[in-house]
């Protein structure tokens, strides 16, 4: 069952209600893991919060990282709050009382699981603090968790799963972009002579490819310009290098999705990360754009760019801008004085 109701306000208009999602279940049964995926979906996460603090934490007025006016909280409820099972019932009455928008998701194992996964951790039961053992605790836990596994929304069976495969189960059920994993992409350039990067997770060094740095009329431009851009990426060398790097990226892309992984880096590198590199790492997140992924594009080293006398473009400009200002402001040029 799904819980969707709204309040009314005094207007007459409908008044934004959290979405509270409440993640209960057998200890080992993964819900650190599936807790991970709400964090990773932009939920603010408590774990251990006993539930008749529920209604504390929806009293807030905003929450870290969320847009005003949308509140997204999910939260753990476990055997470690023995003392406050009794309430649970009531809890859960409370909210359909006040119109609470609400999912209680329960992850389940079988004993011989959890048994094996207590051995494996060398963790202590929560409920074997009396020195009963592991397959007691959970007998105990099973009695205790029975009412919320009975109003559970959904119940999640990880005996035979993997992390991945939680992760992916959880994120079916409550992500709103019809399914969509949402990994952020960041492509950006640099160059070697500056340093390997060290936050990359794909780095493609295109060092091998002609460098129009070497073309007195180009070097005083960018990948960014149109004549470094055309220079780079029409040649024959580099259109079948964009074909075989693009069949590369339509390879491992799918599986970053698929392992659940939210954050991508990728390097593309040159020499001094300010012709090739920024042509062909912009040339690759406009491909990943096209194939629907969400993606950045930055320059790590294009500051550093030289100009065709050898001196840094970023302080020519500097200098540039530093004279249109004493202009601007009546100071004398040396032309002036």
Request: glycine residues 10%; proline residues 4%.
């Amino acid at each position: 069952m799904t819980h969707h109701t709204q309040d009314q306000t005094a207007e007459g208009g409908l008044s934004p209600m959290p979405e509270l999602v409440v993640l209960t279940g057998m200890s080992g049964a993964g819900r650190t893991e599936a807790m991970h995926v709400f964090e990773d979906l932009g939920y603010f996460c408590v774990d251990n919060l006993p539930v008749n603090l529920i209604d504390d934490l929806l009293a807030l007025d905003g929450f870290p990282g969320q847009s005003e006016g949308q509140r997204r909280i999910a939260v753990v409820v476990d055997a470690r709050n023995m003392g406050f099972f009794r309430d649970v019932g009531d809890e859960i009455a409370h909210f359909e009382e006040v119109g609470l928008t609400y999912r209680i998701i329960f992850l389940d194992a079988s004993d011989e699981k959890l048994v094996a996964r207590y051995k494996a951790s060398r963790r202590r039961h929560p409920l074997c603090g009396d020195g009963a053992s592991v397959i007691q605790g959970i007998e105990r836990e099973r009695d205790m968790l029975c009412q919320l596994r009975d109003n559970a929304d959904h119940v999640i069976d990880t005996t035979d799963m993997l992390p991945q495969e939680l992760r992916r189960e959880v994120q079916g059920l409550f992500d709103d972009r019809e399914g969509r994993r949402e990994l952020s992409v960041t492509v950006y350039s640099f160059g070697f002579k500056h340093g390997a990067p060290v936050d990359a997770d794909l780095v493609m060094d295109v060092r091998f490819l002609p460098n129009p740095y070497y073309d007195p009329k180009l070097r005083s431009y960018t990948g960014l310009d149109a004549p470094v851009r055309d220079y780079v990426l029409y040649r024959p060398e580099t259109e079948e290098f964009l074909k075989r790097w693009r069949a590369l990226l339509d390879c491992v892309m799918p599986g970053y999705v698929a392992e659940g992984k939210q954050q991508l880096a990728i390097g593309v590198g040159c020499t001094g990360g300010q012709h090739r590199s920024v042509a062909l790492a912009e040339a690759t997140g406009d491909y990943l754009k096209s194939r629907g992924y969400r993606v950045s594009t930055a320059h790590r080293d294009l500051k550093l760019a030289e100009g065709s006398d050898g001196r840094l473009v970023a302080d020519d400009e500097a200098e540039r801008e530093g004279a249109e200002g004493a202009r601007g402001t009546g100071a004398p040029t040396k032309a002036e004085g």
